[in-house]
């Protein structure tokens, strides 16, 4: 079973930047679909961005489009989100997904996941 731990989150002041990683291990297929997803008290799980192992296209939420970065290292398994020009709305826990395959165009869905991490917070003040 695959296993996905991130790091990275802390508080910041809008405007600031952070960069989350998450490292996976176990990996079984020869393909998943990597993704960053958010969550804010009393909201529902929203995908933030996306790219294939190995891959080099990548998928974002309008609402981080031109202010963060989903990008990969496939020899060291590690994702990471790199976080720029942060506002208070980007508040959230945001959480390591994958799932066997390809992204496709629902790739913002989060049942569409298998595995998931235990989340990392990202506060931003105003």
């Known amino acids: 079973e695959v296993q996905l731990v991130e790091s990275g989150g802390g508080s910041v002041q809008a405007g600031g930047s952070l960069r989350l990683s998450c490292a996976a291990s176990?990996?079984?297929?020869?393909?998943?679909?990597m993704a960053w997803f958010r969550q804010a008290p009393g909201k529902e799980r929203e995908g933030v961005a996306a790219?294939?192992?190995?891959?080099?296209?990548?998928y974002y939420a309008d609402s981080v489009k031109g202010r963060f970065t989903i990008s990969q290292d496939n020899a060291k398994d590690m994702l990471y989100l790199q976080m720029n020009s942060l506002k208070p709305e980007d508040t959230a826990m945001y959480y390591c997904?994958?799932?066997?395959?390809?992204?496709?165009?629902?790739?913002?869905?989060?049942?569409?996941?298998?595995?998931w991490g235990q989340g990392t917070q990202v506060t931003v003040s105003s």
């Open positions: 176990r990996y079984t297929y020869s393909r998943y679909c």
């Open positions: 997904a994958a799932a066997e395959g390809s992204c496709g165009a629902k790739w913002y869905n989060y049942w569409g996941y298998n595995y």
């Open positions: 790219i294939i192992t190995g891959g080099f296209i990548r």
